[in-house]
């Protein structure tokens, strides 16, 4: 039985993200651009990584205390080596109902069936335009709509399904692919998911006049395609569901910046190196790598996690929406978003 941990506002701990790389092969703009990450980017040696033991020992502590919900993640977590090793550590452990990844899809075509032989229920694939150029630009790599496409395929085929597809969406950079998108999507079963584009700090140049709102990407599509509010399906769902009145399928928007959802926030992120985070916009993370290679107990390093829990109060989001105030950084590159 989970050893239920609240926060100081109630919330209890279901789902972590556990990133395994700092690295990515695609340069996003507003998420690691080229002129920050660039060839003199220092990322993290691999001894600072967590090894998979020590990912698959905290995963173990981490449903221990209520945790139903693992979502691998990176950078790009197919750029970790041996990751469907992972997979199958964690698909192993009892207590756990969902375990999924988020990648940007350009591995997806080679790995999708050795990620399902391994254990992984689901994916979620990342990709912001069916337009080329409109792709490339935002990727910088010069990777191409038709490869992210046939991952999504792979993954289909390889039964990693239900799959949802993210688009963050900028305006007047890809905000004219929301309804292609739609469009493309619409009664194919994939979940496609607009989330409004955040401040990654001082890396990516965030305005707020760059954010589309959930209720105009909405309003755009329904124009076209009539849509239906859906129910939450769980406490802390972070996307806003909506159902096609044609029976055409879902779609979700998350909308981190015009409508925050503190109050149900139950995730929890751990990043590569082993500090985990309570929250997106959290400044500093709790340094667990440490305790688990000076030899801590099972029981020690529980008792480090409800601490950390137990005193969180994190609800960034809201409060800035609220107030105009000095905000920290996201580190949507190091934690995975
Ligand atoms: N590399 C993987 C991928 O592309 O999905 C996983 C990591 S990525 C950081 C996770 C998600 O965060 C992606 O869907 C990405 O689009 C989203 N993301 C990154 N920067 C963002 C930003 N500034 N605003 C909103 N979402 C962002």
């Not at 239906?228 to 928007?253: I, N």
């Not at 107990?297 to 929406?321: F, G, K, M």
């Amino acid at each position: 039985m989970a050893l239920n941990v609240t926060d100081t506002l109630g919330r209890p701990l279901r789902s972590l993200r556990i990133s395994v790389t700092d690295r990515c092969n695609f340069r996003c703009a507003y998420c690691m651009p080229k002129e920050v990450f660039g060839r003199d980017y220092r990322f993290l040696p691999r001894r600072l990584l967590l090894t998979f033991e020590e990912i698959t020992r905290l995963a173990t502590i981490f449903i221990a205390h209520g945790v139903e919900k693992i979502r691998i993640t990176g950078g790009e977590p197919l750029l970790r080596r041996d990751v469907e090793r992972l997979i199958e550590m964690i698909a192993r452990l009892d207590g756990l109902g969902d375990l999924s990844l988020t990648t940007n899809g350009s591995l997806l075509a080679r790995k999708a069936h050795a990620l399902r032989n391994a254990g992984l229920q689901r994916v979620t694939v990342s990709l912001d335009s069916l337009d080329d150029a409109v792709f490339k630009g935002l990727n910088d790599v010069d990777f191409s709509v038709e490869r992210v496409l046939e991952g999504i395929e792979a993954a289909r085929a390889a039964g990693l399904f239900p799959i949802k597809i993210n688009m963050v969406v900028k305006r007047g950079v890809n905000d004219d692919s929301v309804l292609p998108m739609a469009r493309h999507f619409h009664g194919t079963g994939y979940v496609l998911r607009f989330i409004e584009y955040m401040d990654v700090g001082t890396t990516n140049g965030w305005r707020l006049d760059d954010v589309v709102p959930a209720a105009e990407i909405i309003e755009r599509i329904e124009a076209e395609l009539p849509l239906e509010p859906v129910d939450p399906s769980y406490r802390g769902e972070v996307a806003r569901r909506y159902r096609y009145t044609d029976g055409g399928g879902e779609l979700g928007v998350i909308a981190s910046v015009t409508q925050p959802f503190c109050g149900d926030c139950t995730r929890a992120r751990l990043s590569a190196e082993g500090r985990l985070y309570t929250c997106l916009f959290a400044g500093a993370g709790h340094d667990f790598r440490s305790p688990l290679r000076q030899g801590k107990s099972d029981e020690e390093i529980s008792e480090l996690l409800r601490n950390v829990w137990t005193a969180r109060q994190d609800r960034y989001s809201e409060i800035r929406t609220s107030e105009t105030v000095s905000w920290p950084k996201v580190q949507m590159f190091r934690i995975g978003g």
